[in-house]
C-alpha cells in the first residue's frame, strides 16, 4: 500500500461552495444525488474521491461528462478541463446495509429494529459520494433524507428546513436541512431511525436559545439525563474558560449501539456510541459514567477547536484532538478532585502512550507519513498531543494562555489550520512557545536523569538534569526539546517547601542552582507530571517515603508511591529496591487517607497492571515472571493491612445512591479493599461480596463485588454470574461488562475466551461486543503470549480484516511489542505475525503489521 507524506501537501485546484446532497434509503439500497458548486482556486482539474460507489450519472454545467472527460480509477474520479466554476451533479448508488465496516453511511442494528448512521471522519464521506473528501475544503451543505415512513427521525447537520410526504409514495417521508457553517465532508451526519428523544435548552452567553436533543431508543431515554446535564455544563464552562458560545440553534446528539469508537463531533449532530453517552446509576459505573460526562464535553469543545477551526490535512489531527483532549480534562478537573483527574489521566498516559512510544508502531505528535488515516487516532496524537497543550499552558500562565487561545479563535475561526498557525497564535505574548514544535515531530518518550549535590559552605544546592530520548527509526536523530520541570524543595526537619521553581530543560544536559538552602533538602521533580517524561532521579527509598508524606497534593503523593512500585518492580534499572519502605509507608498513611479523601486513598493503591509494567520492558520480557512479581507485590500490601481491611470496609458502609465525588471516592475505596481482603484471605470478605452484591445500590457496587467474586474464583461466582445475566439480558452495555469480566478474569483460557466468542449473544458485528471479550482478554497477558492465546486472537483479526479493517487494526494494536518477548515466546509471536500478514488485506491491518 503507498504512503501519503505530509511534505507533498497541495492546495486544493477546486474549492466547494455549496453542496445540495438528496439521500433516498430503500429497502437493499440507498440511492445519493449531489450537486457540488465548485470554484477553481489554481491550476489543475477537479478530483473527486469515492470508494464503494456505483456511478449513474455525472454531468458538469449540465453536460454530461464524455468517458474522454473524466477518468475513475481506485478510490478517485478527475475531471480534465474544468472552466472556472463547474456545476457538477452526480449521482450514486450506495448499499448501507451490507456496510460492515461502520464508515460512511451504514445500517445499524438488526431485525426489525435497524437503523441507518453516518461516520464520515476521517474519510468516509467518500463513501456516500464523489468529492473532494479532504478537511480543506469548507462548503454549506444542504441534506435532503428520504425514507419509508417507520423511520420516523430523519436527522442531519444545521436547521431543519422542511419536512412532508413524498408524492405518490404513501408510505415515505422527507426532511431538508441546512446547516449554515462551512464544514468539512468529515463533519457530515445523517440519521435515519425510529428514536425518542430528551428535550432541553441552553441561552448561550451571547442570548441565543439553543434546542439541545439527545436522541435514544425508547428503552435508553431513561438513561439520558446525564448526558443532558454534562452537555449544559461543558456548554457553560468553554464560555467560562475560553470565551466560546454555541454557534446554532440547534445541538443534537444520537446514541447508537454499532459505533466504531466512541462518538463523533458531526457539526450540530453528535453521534455517539451508547457506551460513551447512555448512564444510569443501576446501569453504569462510576468510572464509566464519569467519562459519559467527559465525552460529552470533548464532543462539545470540538464545536470551536476541529469544526470552526479544522485541519488543513489529517496529518494535523493532532491539532484538534491534543487540543480538544486538554480542554476536556481540564473540565473533568473541575468536576472532581483535580489531583484524581491528574492521577487517571497520567496512568492512561504511562499505560498506553508510554508503551506505544517504546515500540514499533511509535511515530510524532504530528505523524510525518502514513498508509491509513485511521490507524492514527493513536493515544500519541491524542493523549500526548494533549500534554504538549498543557506543557505550553503552564509555561504562559493561565492570562497568556487566555491570550493566545483569543488570538486562535480570532485569527483562525473558519479555516483550516496547521499546527506551526496554533504555535504563532499561541505565541504572541512569548515568542518561545515556538520552540515546542519539535515535541510534535519527534516520536519517543524522553528519559530525564539527574542528580543533586549540596554544599553546605555555600548553602547551595545544584541540581544537574539530562535529557535522552531513543532514535526512533526512519526519524532525524533526536534533539533536546523544551521540558518544564516543576520543582520544590523540602525541608528534612519540618517537612515544609522551601523553594519551588518551573525549571526549563531544553538542552542535552542542564545546571540548576538554589540558593540560600540552609541544609540538604528532599527534592520533588515533575510535580503534577510537568512534561511527558519519564524521570530517573537518584532517589534513596527514603526521599520518596519522605515526600509520600509531605507533599503538597494528591498527584505528587501518587507519583511518588508510583516510583516507589517501579522501583522494586522492574528490573535492569539498577539495583531493585526492597518493598520494606513502600508497605511501611503505605500502612502510615492510608487508614489518615480513607477518612479524608477515601478515592485518593483508592488510587495510591494502585500498582501498575501487569500491562503497564510490560510496557517499560524493552528486551526478553517474560509475561509469567512480570505478573507474578507485579501479584506478590499485591498480595504483601494486602498481608502488610490485613488487620485493617475489616475496619476499613465497615467504616465505608453502603448508602443509597448519591452521585458526589464523595460518594464515588467511597465506593471506589471500597471495592479496592474488597479485593485486597479477598486477597489476604480475610475470612469474611467473601461474605462482604455477596452482600454488597445483593444489597447492591448502583452498578458500581454491584459489578465490584462481581468482579471480585469471579477473579478470586469464590465458589458462589458462577451462581453470582448467572444472576448478573439474568437481571441485565435486556441490556447490551451491561452484558458488555458480563462478557468482559469473564474475558479478563485472572484464570481466563483461550477455550473460555472461544466460548464466549461463541455465546448466542455474541455479535461480530458490534464493535462494543467485540472489544468486550477481546480487549478485556488482551488484559491478560501471561493468557494472550501463548500459542492458543495468539492463534485466537490472530484469528479473530483475520475475521474482522475485510468486514471492519478499523476495528481489526485496531484490536492489533495490542501486539505490536512482541518484538520485547524473552524467546521462546518471541519467536512463536513472530511465526503467527507473519502468517496473519499472509491472510489479511486491509491496508489497515497490513500498515499495523509492517514491523513484523
Ligand atoms: N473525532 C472523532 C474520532 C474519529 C475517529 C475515526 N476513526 C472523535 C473524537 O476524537 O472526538
Ligand atoms: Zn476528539
Not at 489531527?317 to 472532581?336: I, N, W
Amino acid at each position: 500500500p503507498s504512503k501519503i507524506n505530509l511534505k507533498d501537501y497541495t492546495k486544493p485546484s477546486f474549492d466547494v461552495e455549496t453542496v445540495h446532497l438528496d439521500i433516498k434509503l430503500f429497502e437493499d439500497y440507498a440511492q445519493v444525488d449531489s450537486k457540488l458548486e465548485m470554484v477553481r482556486q489554481t491550476a489543475g482539474d477537479i478530483v473527486l474521491f469515492g470508494e464503494s460507489l456505483e456511478l449513474l450519472t455525472i454531468t458538469m454545467n449540465g453536460k454530461a461528462l464524455n468517458t474522454e472527460d473524466y477518468q475513475q480509477e481506485a478510490g478517485k474520479l478527475t475531471i480534465y478541463n474544468a472552466p472556472e466554476r463547474a456545476t457538477l451533479d452526480i449521482q450514486v448508488r450506495i448499499c448501507p446495509q451490507t456496510n460492515t465496516a461502520l464508515e460512511g453511511l451504514y445500517m445499524a442494528g438488526s431485525g426489525d429494529d435497524t437503523m441507518f448512521v453516518t461516520q464520515c471522519e476521517p474519510e468516509g464521506f467518500r463513501k456516500i459520494t464523489f468529492y473532494p473528501d479532504r478537511p480543506d475544503v469548507l462548503a454549506i451543505f444542504t441534506t435532503r433524507l428520504e425514507a419509508d415512513k417507520r423511520y420516523p427521525t430523519l436527522l442531519a447537520n444545521g436547521n431543519l428546513v422542511e419536512a412532508g410526504e413524498v408524492a405518490d409514495a404513501p408510505d415515505r417521508h422527507y426532511a431538508i436541512w441546512h446547516d449554515p457553517t462551512n464544514k468539512p465532508s468529515y463533519l457530515f451526519a445523517c440519521v435515519v431511525a425510529d428514536l425518542d428523544v430528551l428535550t432541553d435548552s441552553y441561552t448561550t452567553s451571547e442570548g441565543r436559545e439553543v434546542l439541545l436533543e439527545l436522541y435514544a431508543k425508547s428503552a435508553d431515554i431513561d438513561k439520558c439525563d446525564v448526558g443532558m446535564q454534562a452537555l449544559k455544563d461543558a456548554m457553560k464552562w468553554d464560555e467560562v474558560n475560553y470565551g466560546r458560545a454555541y454557534d446554532l440553534d440547534r445541538y443534537m446528539i444520537v446514541a447508537v449501539s454499532q459505533f466504531n469508537m466512541g462518538a463523533m463531533e458531526n457539526k450540530g449532530l453528535n453521534i455517539f456510541n451508547t457506551a460513551c453517552v447512555l448512564s444510569s446509576p443501576e446501569t453504569t459505573t462510576d468510572a464509566r459514567s464519569f467519562s459519559v460526562k467527559a465525552i460529552i464535553a470533548h464532543e462539545y469543545f470540538h464545536n470551536w477547536t476541529g469544526n470552526r477551526i479544522t485541519c488543513r490535512d489529517w496529518f494535523q489531527l493532532c491539532l484538534k484532538e491534543g487540543f480538544t483532549v486538554y480542554r476536556d480534562q481540564s473540565f473533568s478537573a473541575d468536576q472532581q478532585s483535580s489531583a484524581v483527574q491528574r492521577i487517571d489521566d497520567v496512568a492512561t498516559l504511562r499505560a498506553h502512550q508510554f508503551s506505544e512510544d517504546a515500540g514499533p508502531l511509535a511515530h510524532p505528535v504530528r505523524p510525518e507519513s502514513f498508509v491509513e488515516i485511521n490507524n492514527f487516532y493513536t493515544t500519541t496524537v491524542y493523549e500526548k498531543g494533549a500534554e504538549i497543550v498543557r506543557m505550553i499552558a503552564n509555561t504562559l500562565g493561565p492570562n497568556d494562555f487566555r491570550k493566545g487561545t483569543d488570538e486562535y479563535f480570532r485569527r483562525y475561526d473558519g479555516q483550516a489550520v496547521t499546527v506551526e498557525d496554533f504555535l504563532s497564535a499561541l505565541s504572541i505574548t512569548d515568542e518561545k512557545i515556538e520552540n515546542f514544535i519539535d515535541w510534535y515531530r519527534q516520536p519517543g518518550t524522553p528519559v530525564v536523569s539527574g542528580s543533586q549535590t549540596y554544599d553546605s559552605t555555600a548553602q547551595t544546592l545544584t541540581i544537574t538534569l539530562n535529557q535522552q530520548t531513543r532514535h526512533v527509526k526512519g526519524f532525524d536523530a533526536p534533539k533536546p526539546l523544551p521540558i518544564p520541570v516543576a520543582t520544590a524543595l523540602f525541608d528534612k526537619d519540618s517537612g515544609a517547601i522551601v523553594a519551588e521553581r518551573m525549571l526549563l530543560l531544553d538542552e542535552a544536559t542542564q545546571t540548576f542552582v538554589f540558593e540560600n538552602v540552609a541544609s540538604e533538602p528532599v527534592v520533588s521533580l515533575l510535580r503534577d507530571f510537568s512534561a511527558p517524561v519519564q524521570l530517573n532521579y537518584d532517589y534513596q527509598d527514603a526521599d520518596l517515603a519522605f515526600l509520600l508524606k509531605h507533599e503538597t497534593n494528591g498527584f505528587n503523593r501518587w507519583q511518588v508511591t508510583q516510583m516507589l512500585v517501579n522501583r522494586i518492580l522492574l528490573q535492569g534499572q539498577g539495583t531493585k529496591s526492597s518493598p520494606d519502605v513502600y508497605l511501611e509507608a503505605l500502612a502510615q498513611t492510608l487508614p489518615v487517607l480513607a477518612a479524608d479523601d477515601a478515592m485518593l486513598a483508592a488510587r495510591l493503591l494502585d500498582i501498575p497492571s501487569a500491562q503497564e509494567l510490560a510496557s517499560a520492558i524493552s528486551k526478553d520480557y517474560d509475561p509469567v515472571l512480570v505478573k507474578e512479581q507485579r501479584d506478590g507485590l499485591y498480595k504483601q500490601v494486602a498481608d502488610k493491612l490485613k488487620g485493617q481491611w475489616a475496619e476499613l470496609y465497615n467504616n465505608l458502609p453502603m448508602q443509597s445512591y448519591e452521585d458526589s465525588a464523595e460518594a464515588r471516592g467511597i465506593r471506589a475505596l471500597r471495592n479496592v479493599v474488597l479485593d485486597m481482603a479477598l486477597t489476604a484471605n480475610v475470612d469474611a470478605a467473601a461474605d462482604w461480596a455477596q452482600q454488597q452484591y445483593d444489597n447492591a445500590s448502583c452498578m458500581t457496587e454491584r459489578f465490584g463485588a462481581l468482579k471480585a467474586m469471579v477473579n478470586h474464583q469464590l465458589v458462589d461466582a458462577d451462581k453470582y454470574l448467572a444472576d448478573f445475566y439474568e437481571r441485565f439480558q435486556a441490556n447490551d452495555l451491561v452484558i458488555d461488562l458480563w462478557f468482559s469480566v469473564q474475558a479478563a478474569a485472572d484464570d481466563v483460557t483461550p477455550d473460555m475466551v472461544k466460548s464466549l466468542l461463541t455465546h448466542t449473544d455474541f455479535d461480530w458485528n458490534t464493535p462494543n461486543r467485540v472489544r468486550s471479550v477481546i480487549s478485556a482478554f488482551s488484559s491478560q497477558p501471561t493468557v494472550l503470549w501463548t500459542a492458543e492465546g495468539l492463534e485466537m486472537y490472530t484469528g479473530v483479526i483475520q475475521k474482522l480484516d475485510d468486514a471492519n479493517p478499523v476495528l481489526a487494526s485496531r484490536l492489533l494494536q495490542v501486539l505490536a511489542r512482541w518484538n520485547t518477548l524473552a524467546e521462546p515466546r518471541r519467536q512463536m509471536a513472530h511465526e503467527q505475525l507473519v502468517d496473519l500478514q499472509k491472510n489479511v488485506s486491509s491496508k489497515h491491518v497490513l500498515e499495523s503489521l509492517e514491523s513484523v
